[in-house]
């Protein structure tokens, strides 16, 4: 089975604070994704990662900043915390667009890490 | 651009029919189903790639209308196990527009 981990399934932190969520997952997926789910809003793309090194701009980059070191490791970083960042945050990962199902494959969900700015 | 999902939320009796809609203002290559059950993360269900195709997982089945830019996932004698939120992704055709991007969600709960 695919497995998508989240490095914590609840986190607190201060405005201001530098806010790291880390996902790894663990079949060799080309392609990992950060969404952030709020009541209303659906899944809202952040950023995502074809490749190592590799990343483009979601729908709502602003605020945040990724890092891809690694084919299994994607993480999500909040420079400066704010009250409005606080969401739900979920890591995907899938195969490369080459199995015929289009450019995205099917997408594996980690658990997911609520973040509290307070 | 998010898809455009109706309705927001059904409730259904065990055994009822629900259609759940999809629609999007670009013009699309895929369209991708996932549900997502309360206090867990999203599980894929299908896509659909072509227009008029239709695809199915248990009796949850979907289509793709390609000319209207729009997708339905229909929910067949509902079971209590469907009760969840369901989200359509769609994918644009056009080489800048290439981004999955989800609907807000539509929440199912079936009742025995």
């Known amino acids: 089975d695919v497995k998508v981990t989240q490095s914590s399934r609840y986190l607190v932190k201060r405005t201001g604070e530098k806010v790291f969520l880390e996902c790894v997952q663990d079949m060799d997926h080309e392609n990992m994704f950060w969404y952030r789910q709020d009541p209303g809003l659906g899944l809202r793309l952040i950023y995502f990662?074809?490749?190592?090194?590799?990343?483009e701009k979601g729908d709502i980059p602003e605020g945040y900043s990724v890092s891809r070191e690694k084919k299994e490791r994607f993480s999500l970083i909040l420079e400066s915390a704010s009250t409005n960042q606080t969401s739900m945050y979920l890591c995907?990962?899938?195969?490369?667009?080459?199995?015929?199902?289009?450019?995205?494959?099917?997408?594996?969900f980690g658990p997911g890490t609520r973040l509290t700015v307070t | 651009q998010q898809p455009v999902q109706s309705p927001q939320a059904v409730i259904l009796r065990e055994g009822e029919d629900a259609v759940i809609n999809c629609s999007s203002s670009?013009?699309?290559?895929?369209v991708h189903w996932y549900r997502q059950k309360h206090g867990e993360a999203p599980v894929f269900l299908m896509i659909l790639l072509k227009g008029g195709e239709q695809k199915g997982h248990e009796k949850i089945s979907a289509s793709f209308n390609e000319k209207k830019q729009q997708s339905s996932l229909y929910l067949t004698a509902s079971q209590l196990s469907y009760s969840g939120t369901y989200f359509c992704g769609t994918e644009g055709r056009t080489f800048n527009d290439y981004k999955l991007s989800f609907g807000a969600g539509t929440t199912v709960t079936v009742r025995a």
């Open positions: 990662s074809y490749d190592v090194k590799m990343k």
């Open positions: 995907a990962s899938s195969l490369s667009g080459t199995s015929g199902k289009g450019n995205w494959d099917e997408q594996y």
């Open positions: 670009k013009a699309l290559y895929s």
